[in-house]
């Protein structure tokens, strides 16, 4: 008896590619969000913690008016 060869099963990604279901702006949008996000909590935090460990604000103004 001879064993037959399988025939190769491949398929094209192309062939089996579902329709995107949002646009493709939408996930460049939302992963900008997330970082201005995090970049925002990341310096409140840090002004938070500041200010509980010194109990003085972050920035003060000197008696010329400049921020120090």
């Known amino acids: 008896m001879k064993v037959q060869q399988a025939k190769e099963f491949s398929t094209d990604a192309?062939?089996?590619?579902?329709?995107?279901?949002?646009?493709?702006?939408?996930?460049?949008?939302?992963?900008l969000s997330l970082a201005l996000t995090d970049a925002t909590l990341t310096v409140l935090s840090f002004v938070a913690a500041f200010?509980?460990?010194?109990?003085?604000?972050?920035?003060?103004?000197?008696?010329?008016?400049?921020?120090?």
């Open 14 to 31: 192309r062939a089996v590619r579902v329709p995107a279901r949002a646009p493709r702006w939408v996930v460049p949008l939302l992963k």
């Open 51 to 68: 200010y509980l460990r010194h109990y003085a604000a972050f920035l003060h103004r000197t008696s010329a008016g400049d921020l120090a």
